[in-house]
């Protein structure tokens, strides 16, 4: 990357994210050098400065999860307006804990639980649980694995969905620094979502919800996973694109 793409916002921030290393306004040159070398070289801004707002709450992130991205905070705005004070509610493949955190801050009294597969990635949900004084039960799970599905009425899952084959097409800052298990959704991009929805369906949970965030090029092929289901919605993103399906059972 050269210097001269990078915006002057991000030249600002790496600026101020190198005084607020240093701990002072002066002597900070050397720490901004090196702060912009990790840029140069793909590495995106939000796992530089380290936190990033996501919807109403502050989150840490690196490596270890996937950056949050605005479409998830929509899909918060769809969950508030379809749900009605959900009692259990389970993120699946939590990541940086961004959803379960926003549902225990919207809906205080539910039981609020998140899992991944990554217990790399429930090291950073359990830190931004305890930055954001939030009780919400992360835990490591395959899916519904390890999960008591017993008393269950929101399910929401922001999973894997690229295809295998278009993970090498992806931008530098994502395949060189993001996670790949956050990513890769298997040769068709809808391998682990089948697996949920066929999870869901196998252990005949029913008076559920389930809220997906989906691949806007998939969305038909999606659809089609539900033929069992009592209701399926399509919701689009900001940018017109198909991105969410709601479905309940």
């Keep these: 990357m050269d210097i001269r793409n990078i915006p002057e916002y991000e030249l600002a921030r790496l600026r101020e994210k190198a ?3 240093k701990g002072a306004t002066t002597d900070y040159e050397q720490e901004y050098k090196s702060l912009l070398t990790r840029r140069l070289n793909h590495e995106p801004l939000q796992y530089i400065e380290e936190y990033v707002p996501f919807y ?3 989150l840490k992130v690196d490596q270890r999860c996937l950056i ?3 479409e998830t905070e929509f899909l918060i705005e769809l969950i ?3 749900t009605n004070n959900p009692k259990s509610i389970l993120d699946v493949g939590t990541g940086s804990g961004c959803i379960a955190l926003m549902m225990k801050a919207l809906y205080p009294d539910s039981e609020v639980s998140g899992v991944d597969v990554s217990q790399e990635a429930l090291s950073i949900a359990i830190e931004n649980a305890q930055l954001n004084s939030l009780a919400v039960n992360f ?3 395959d899916l519904l694995g390890n999960v008591d599905t017993s008393n269950l009425d929101l399910i929401i899952a922001n999973l894997p969905y690229i295809p295998e084959e278009n993970l090498v097409g992806l931008d530098k800052e994502v395949i060189d620094y993001e996670p790949l298990l956050a990513l890769n959704g298997g040769e068709d991009g809808l391998e682990i979502i089948s697996k949920l929805i066929k999870e869901i369906e196998n252990k ?5 919800m389930l809220c997906l965030e989906i691949d806007s090029t998939k969305s038909n092929k999606t659809l089609d996973l539900f033929s069992n289901w009592k209701e399926v919605k399509l919701y689009q993103d900001l940018a017109e694109r198909d991105r969410y399906v709601f479905a309940t059972r």
């Design 80 to 82: 508030k307006e379809n």
């Design 139 to 141: 835990y490591q799970s």
């Design 68 to 70: 949050p991205r605005p």
């Design 56 to 58: 109403t709450i502050q």
């Design 204 to 208: 005949k949970l029913t008076n559920l």
């Design 19 to 21: 005084k607020e290393i």
